[in-house]
C-alpha cells in the first residue's frame, strides 16, 4: 500500500468512527490520578482496530486505550484526544491516525468531529483542510501565537511556571489540551507553533505528518516533549524545553 493509500483508509476509519461519537454512551473512569478515560474511547478505539488492520491485512496498532503491537505497517490511534475536553461537553477535541511504514510516519489524518474538519496529509499527498463550517484566512499577528498546555498538573518537571511566564511575555498563548488537534492548527497556519511535555507516540504521530507536509518543522524534545511550527519561536521554545528536561 502506498502512502496515499494508507491515508484513504485512516481518513475514511476516522469518518465513520465519528458517527459512533453521536450515540454512544459516556461513561467516565479514572486512568491515574490526572487522567480519564470514557466509554466513548474505547468504544472508537476498537472500531478503529477492526477497520485499520482489516483494510491492512497483517498492520498492528498502537493505541492510547487498548495496548500496542507492530508490524511493518503500523498504526497510531488516538480514539479521543482531548477527553477531559470531551467528557466535559466542551468541544474541543478530535480523533488521530497516523501510519508508519517500516518505523518511518507516513501518512496523517486527524479530525475535529464537533467542526466536521478533516486535516490531511501523506509523503505522496499534500496537506489539505476539509471544513463543512465556518472558515476563517489565517492573519498575521503582532506576537507569535504558541499552543501549549504546560505546565500539565502532576508533572515530573520543574521549571514549568517560569517557561510559561517567560512566553507569555514574548507570545500569545492558548492552553486547549489537545495535542494533535493543536498540531493540525499549526499546520494549518493557525497557530504559529505548538510544545508540550508528557505527551505519547499517539498524541503527536498525526500531527507530525501534518505539519511536516506543511512546510513547518516537528522536533522530539527529551523522552516525551516535542516543538513544532515556524519561524523564530521554535528554536526558541526548543531551547527553553530541552533546559526544563535536562
Not at 172 to 195: E, N, Q
Request: charged content about 20%; aromatic content about 6%.
Amino acid at each position: 500500500m502506498t502512502p496515499g493509500d494508507l491515508l484513504a483508509l485512516a481518513t475514511q476509519s476516522c469518518v465513520d468512527a465519528a458517527k459512533l461519537l453521536h450515540e454512544a454512551r459516556v461513561d467516565v473512569a479514572l486512568k491515574g490520578t490526572f487522567d480519564q478515560v470514557s466509554s466513548a474511547d474505547l468504544e472508537v478505539e476498537t472500531f478503529l482496530r477492526a477497520s485499520l488492520t482489516a483494510g491492512a491485512p497483517g498492520s498492528a496498532v498502537v493505541g492510547e486505550e487498548l495496548g500496542s503491537s507492530s508490524a511493518r505497517i503500523t498504526w497510531y490511534v488516538d480514539p479521543i484526544d482531548g477527553t477531559r475536553n470531551f467528557v466535559r461537553g466542551i468541544p474541543l477535541s478530535c480523533i488521530s491516525v497516523a501510519a508508519a511504514v517500516d518505523g518511518s510516519l507516513v501518512a496523517g489524518c486527524v479530525l475535529d468531529p464537533f467542526r466536521d474538519e478533516l486535516f490531511t496529509a501523506a509523503l505522496d499527498v499534500p496537506f489539505s483542510v476539509r471544513s463543512s463550517g465556518l472558515t476563517i484566512t489565517p492573519g498575521v499577528s503582532p506576537r507569535p501565537l504558541v499552543l501549549t498546555d504546560i505546565p500539565l498538573p502532576g508533572s515530573a518537571y520543574s521549571g514549568e511556571m517560569e517557561f510559561l511566564g517567560e512566553l507569555m511575555t514574548i507570545a500569545d498563548v492558548r492552553r486547549v489540551y489537545v495535542t494533535a488537534l493543536s498540531l493540525a492548527w499549526v499546520a494549518a497556519g493557525r497557530a504559529d507553533a505548538a510544545a508540550n511535555l508528557g505527551i505519547h507516540p499517539w498524541d503527536v504521530a498525526a500531527g507530525a505528518v501534518l505539519v511536516r507536509a506543511s512546510g513547518g518543522e516537528f522536533v522530539d524534545v527529551g523522552r516525551d516533549g516535542f516543538v513544532a511550527g515556524r519561524g523564530e519561536i521554535v528554536p526558541w521554545l526548543v531551547e527553553r524545553l530541552e533546559g526544563i528536561v535536562s
